[in-house]
Each structure stands twice: as C-alpha cells, then as structure tokens.
C-alpha cells in the first residue's frame, strides 16, 4: 500500500513540475521554463544519437538472428561471460587506457604549469603546437607514428645509420610502444586544456606568500599549487581515459596483435557480422563509460571544476 502511495505520489509531483513548466505563474518557474526549452536540443539529440541506438545494441544482443533483430537468446551474453578471450580484451583495454592517462596528465601538468606560471618566448606557437593533435583523426596519428618509428621513419633511419642495425630490427611503429605514443600524443592537448583553465582559478597570492617564507619553486608547487589544482587533475584524468577508451583510428593501425574494445568491436562486425558479440560488447562499454563519469565526478567538486 505504501508503495503505490510512494509511486503515486511521485506522479502527482512529476506532473505538477511539468504543468508549472508549461504554464509558470512566478519568475522562478518562467526561468526554469527558459532552461527547459533550451535543454530541448541536447534532449532530443541524446535520446536519437544516445539512448535509441544503445537501446537497439541491446536488442542486437539478445536477437537470435545476426541480420535481423528476430527472436530472444542470451548466447551472445553467456560467451561474454565464459570466454577469457574476452575478458583479456576488457583488461588490455583498461590497463592501456589507464597508463596513458596517467602519462597525458602528467605531461599536461607539467605543460599548463609552463605555459601559465612562465614567460614564454613564442607562447602562441607553443599552445598551438600543443593544441593541434587535438584536431587530427586518428588515422593520421598512427600515420605520423609510422613516419617518425615505421621501417622507413625518420628516427628509426637515424638510428640504424649511427648504429649499424637493420631498420626491421629498430622499427617500433607497430609495438606496443608505437600504439603507446600514439595515444599520449593524441590525449595530452585533452589534459592540458582542461588544466590551463584550472590554473587560471589557483591563487597566486598564496604561491607568492609561500615563495616568500622561502619555499622553494618544487615546495610550492607541491604544497600550495598541486592541492588547488587537484579537481582539475582529476577532471582531466576523467576525460582523457574515457577519450582513451574510445581511440579506434589509432589502435586499428599501430595494434599490431594488441586489441582493445574497439578494434574487437570492429573485428565482430567486419568478420561474419556477429552483432549480437558486437551488441552486447557495446553495451557493457557504453555502461562501463556512464558509471565510471558517475564515480569520478564524486571527486571533483562542481563548483570548481566541470566537464
């Protein structure tokens, strides 16, 4: 009884919020009324680009048939489950994405504290060289990995010139450690912008009262700077790993037998057109992506900092 109260109840309250949104009698509900109506667009885009198409790889997965969504079987769910095949996917995924992360934020730190604490020369050129990975497909990234470590790079020519070693033997463009500086590369400009705009927010004065009590530059940094910049660290940390899980271009080029998510995902659908693996490998990574920004924004508080 007190359940259908409680749903009840949480009806009446639901429609009574929608009908003072439509027909607001005070300024307060005539601003909520504003905002709602310019919420509308990004509702109606999350819904048909978001919540429609993970709600058919849902159905994709529970589909007996891999053409048509026909029929209900748990298979695709089961082999999920079962085959460690796919749990070492999941655990490259994570491990990789993670190391990254905590590379591109290191080196994000360390290039925000440079460009705002710092008289620059060419600053410009600097944030914009900082800036450009940001803009280029993955692809191109990988492209750029195996022009600089490819069999014909530049820097493994160089080496195998002084040293004497066959360019096979130096070539790492398709290694781990290729994949690894594509990635960074593609995620430090992430972590640097979302730390510049922290920075802007720390307070000099106590970094100059600090220095003036005689700490020195790394002492200040650690005990004044770092704790005022945290949220934006996390944040940053937030952004660039779940960026990192999505890198597809990247990986699809420079793998060379690594797999992540998303190359599996491709490999499902290219390969037979298994959509009800590929379904339901969606699924868990979409709701895998949902929960952790729920958690890791637990860590940031609002009012500081927000992605």
Do not use: C
């Not at 003072?20 to 005070?26: A, K, L, Q, S």
């Not at 058919?56 to 695709?76: H, I, K, P, Q, Y």
């Not at 290219?270 to 490998?281: H, L, P, T, W």
């Amino acid at each position: 009884m007190s359940v259908r109260l409680s749903i009840g109840d949480s009806i009446r309250q639901a429609l009574s919020s929608v009908h003072t949104v439509v027909f607001p009698t005070t300024e307060r509900e005539r601003e909520r009324r504003r905002i709602a109506i310019m919420t509308i667009p990004f509702f109606a885009l999350a819904i048909f680009a978001g919540f429609v198409p993970l709600a058919t790889m849902l159905r994709m997965s529970l589909s007996e048939e891999r053409l048509f969504n026909e029929g209900w079987s748990v298979d695709a769910w089961e082999t999920l489950a079962t085959d460690r095949t796919y749990w070492w996917i999941g655990f490259n995924t994570l491990w990789f994405a993670a190391a990254a992360t905590l590379v591109s934020v290191a080196i994000g730190v360390a290039v925000a504290h440079a460009l705002e604490k710092y008289s620059l020369p060419f600053e410009r050129v600097i944030v914009a060289a900082v800036s450009f990975p940001i803009a280029l497909p993955g692809i191109v990234v990988a492209f750029m990995v195996v022009v600089l470590l490819g069999r014909q790079g530049l820097l493994t020519q160089t080496v195998a010139f002084f040293s004497g070693q066959s360019t096979i033997d130096l070539a790492t463009a398709t290694t781990i450690g290729g994949l690894f500086l594509g990635y960074v590369y593609s995620l430090i400009p992430r972590a640097t912008m979302i730390l510049r705009g922290t920075y802007a927010e720390v307070n000099t004065d106590a970094e100059e009262a600090a220095r003036s009590l005689g700490a020195s530059p790394f002492e200040t940094f650690r005990h004044v700077t770092l704790p005022e910049i945290r949220p934006g660290i996390v944040a940053a940390a937030i952004l660039v790993f779940r960026s990192a899980l999505a890198i597809f271009g990247t990986v699809l080029i420079l793998q060379g037998g690594f797999v992540v998510v998303t190359l599996r995902i491709d490999r499902e659908l290219a390969v037979g057109f298994n959509s009800q693996i590929a379904g339901a490998i969606g699924v868990v990574y979409v709701a895998f992506l949902i929960a952790f920004t729920f958690i890791g924004l637990r860590f940031v508080r609002a009012e500081q900092v927000a992605i």
